[in-house]
């Protein structure tokens, strides 16, 4: 089965700055891969996802980038912002429709320094 | 609009006694229904997921088990707690239809097993 590893487990950069977390997956039919950001004491909630057919997607100061050859993604945060402190999940899925699993990552907690 | 709804919030159980979770989903028909439990410090682990009455998926063996008696209704259980059941359980939903794969998490309930 599909296995995903996420690195690193804790990130803190400053107000400002960029942050990256970075993603692995196992199984090569995996073709969906969500990125969702939990806060404290609540579900994890979607906040970008890529599809297999695209190698890039943004969505104001997020981006997401997808390596298919090396098995990889990556979430790209720009001008991080207090509000951005939460803890990210990477997953995949062998596809988008409903009956497709969802496997996660083990997540990044993010800090944000003011 | 869609909701889900889970209960209860936070639980402290002794060693031994029975669990029932239970989660629910309005404003959809026919979803797809997960059970995820995040450990402390851990990523997302997909428990069970059905994709309707009657029809569960184990992911993992353990000492759990669930049930969805209902279209919009999915509850996880156990006769016998242990310690390793401690953690945060997620309920989440998905579209059977829908063109994107976006799950729905509920608000979690937080299980202390002592």
């Known amino acids: 089965g599909e296995n995903v590893e996420q690195h690193p487990s804790t990130l803190s950069v400053q107000e400002g700055d960029s942050a990256v977390i970075k993603c692995t997956y196992s199984d090569s039919a995996s073709n969906y891969f969500p990125w969702y950001k939990q806060e404290l004491g609540k579900g994890p909630q979607l906040i970008i996802d890529?599809?297999?057919?695209?190698g890039e997607k943004k969505d104001q100061r997020i981006a997401v980038t997808l390596n298919k050859t090396a098995k990889h993604f990556s979430l790209h945060i720009t001008e991080t912002q207090p509000e951005d402190s939460a803890v990210y999940f990477c997953a995949a899925s062998p596809g988008y429709s409903s009956a497709s699993k969802i496997i996660f990552g083990s997540g990044t907690r993010l800090s944000i320094r003011p | 609009s869609q909701t889900i709804h889970q209960w209860p919030a936070t639980l402290v159980q002794p060693v031994g006694s029975p669990l029932s979770l239970e989660c629910t989903v309005e404003?959809?028909?026919?979803?797809?229904l997960y059970w995820y439990r995040q450990a402390a410090g851990r990523g997302l682990q997909l428990l069970f997921y059905?994709?309707?009455?009657?029809?569960i998926s184990s992911e993992v063996p353990q000492n759990l088990s669930a049930s969805r008696p209902q279209d919009r209704q999915f509850i996880l259980s156990s006769k016998k707690l242990l310690l390793s059941d401690s953690g945060f359980y997620l309920c989440?939903?998905?579209?059977?239809?829908?063109?994107?794969?976006?799950?729905?998490f509920g608000e979690g309930s937080r299980l202390t097993v002592l």
């Open positions: 059905s994709v309707g009455i009657g029809q």
């Open positions: 404003g959809t028909s026919n979803p797809n």
């Open positions: 989440a939903w998905r579209a059977l239809d829908a063109n994107t794969g976006e799950l729905f």
């Open positions: 890529i599809r297999s057919n695209v």
